[in-house]
């Protein structure tokens, strides 16, 4: 027996495809949708390989609303969505506003418009970002979700502060409309299968794809961005979480929007300044996803090494401009509200990354 249908968007992306196994195995039914921008077709057979079984998948791109609303003529009972379709790439998006504003928005007002209008719920779960804090002050660390949102440096950030605003607007305006946004820290590592994990495209621009291919022999060394930060080791910290935990806290977010009733909707802290409005309907709600510990990027290289007995050389190069020097999450209110914890021990998520890498020859 199926627990509902779930439209998942950017699925064949790294923790789309992630969370579609987690959803699928959680029983229930998805629908993935996905333009391939940024990821490969071949995602979808490997999904299908870990589940053993087939799978509805529609190549479409969100931002086209025509396209979309097809799958939801065809899909009429969907009950929930899990946002994913975005770009992500800080430095990119300063380069092409444009194009951040309007995949990452425009796609964004149709998943609701069409949720509203054509689904059996309009359950959306969003993908947002620990970017939305900014450089945070250090008396705000570990960061809950009352910490200050600081305007962002990048289009891609503010993509995400808009998103979040335009959906805490909608559900003031829309009764039928319950929203969960989660802001993810740094997710990493891979599926256990090694079936599917993180692609990039070009020269790895975030820390674990560029350790896994050094230590494939693929870059000569990796560069760490700066030993001179105010910090135990000097260099920066950050919170990194296993793609698969985070991938399940997905799975508990749609089971609470999906079981959230107007009777128990107010049973959850109202902490959020910025969104008090869209907190007080009881269906709006907001979560950090990290493990809580933060750990730094010597100490990283250091346990990647340890886990896999893999040499990893590298040198200490100067600061990477618009760097944070520390940043982790508080996860308790996740934990209190969504029963959901992030336990893999961080010798295996890195095994599980290299395992990823290993498997792409
Ligand atoms: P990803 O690029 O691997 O996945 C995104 C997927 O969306 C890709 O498969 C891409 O082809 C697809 N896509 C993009 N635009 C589309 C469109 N208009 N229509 C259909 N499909 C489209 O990225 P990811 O790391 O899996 O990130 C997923 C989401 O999580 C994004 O919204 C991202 O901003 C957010 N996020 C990611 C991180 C991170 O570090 N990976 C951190 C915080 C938040
Ligand atoms: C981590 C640490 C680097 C590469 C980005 C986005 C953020 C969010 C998560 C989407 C930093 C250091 C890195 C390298 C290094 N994504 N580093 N050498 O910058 O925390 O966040 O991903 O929402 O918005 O900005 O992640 O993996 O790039 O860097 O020393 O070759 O590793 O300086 O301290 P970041 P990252």
């Given at each position: 027996m199926s627990k509902g249908k779930i439209l998942l968007t950017g699925a064949a992306g790294y923790i789309g495809s992630h969370t579609w196994v987690q959803l699928s195995e959680a029983g229930y039914d998805v629908v993935g949708v996905d333009n391939f921008y940024n990821s490969e077709r071949n995602v979808i057979g490997r999904i299908e390989k870990i589940l053993g079984k087939t799978v509805n998948f529609e190549e479409i791109d969100c931002s086209d609303r025509d396209a979309f609303s097809k799958v939801f003529q065809k899909h009429?009972?969907?009950v929930g969505a899990v946002h994913f379709a975005a770009c992500k790439a800080v430095g990119e998006s300063i380069d092409k506003p444009l194009l951040y504003y309007r995949n990452n928005i425009v796609s964004l007002l149709n998943l609701i418009s069409l949720m509203n209008e054509q689904a059996e719920k309009a359950n959306i779960v969003f993908s947002s970002s620990c970017t939305v804090y900014g450089q945070p002050d250090k008396e705000h660390l570990p960061i809950a979700e009352n910490a200050p949102l600081k305007r962002s440096l990048s289009p891609y950030g503010k993509s995400k502060q808009m998103a979040e605003e335009i959906l805490s607007d909608s559900v003031i305006a829309f009764p039928e409309l319950k929203v969960c946004a989660l802001r993810y820290f740094n997710p990493i590592g891979a599926h256990p299968s090694a079936l599917i994990g993180e692609l990039p495209r070009g020269?790895?621009?975030?820390l674990v794809p560029f350790v896994t291919q050094t230590a494939a022999g693929i870059r000569d060394h990796l560069n760490v961005?700066?030993?001179?930060?105010?910090?135990p080791d000097g260099s920066c910290i950050r919170d990194y979480i296993y793609v698969v935990d985070l991938a399940n806290a997905h799975v508990k977010a749609i089971d609470k929007l999906l079981s959230s009733t107007d009777s128990n909707?107010?049973?959850?802290?109202?902490?959020?300044p910025t969104y008090i409005e869209a907190a007080k309907t009881g269906r709006w709600f907001v979560y950090n996803l990290g493990t809580g510990k933060g750990l730094s990027v010597l100490e990283l290289v250091n346990g990647f090494m340890k886990a896999t007995g893999v040499n990893l050389p590298y040198q200490i190069a100067p600061r990477r401009q618009g760097d944070i020097e520390q940043v982790w999450a508080d996860p308790k209110k996740a934990e209190r509200e969504l029963g959901w914890k992030a336990d893999t021990p961080i010798e295996d998520v890195l095994r599980s990354a290299w395992n990823w890498q290993k498997s792409l020859g």
């Open positions: 009429p009972d969907i020269v790895p621009q975030n961005f700066g030993n001179d930060y105010n910090t909707a107010n049973n959850h802290t109202i902490e959020e």
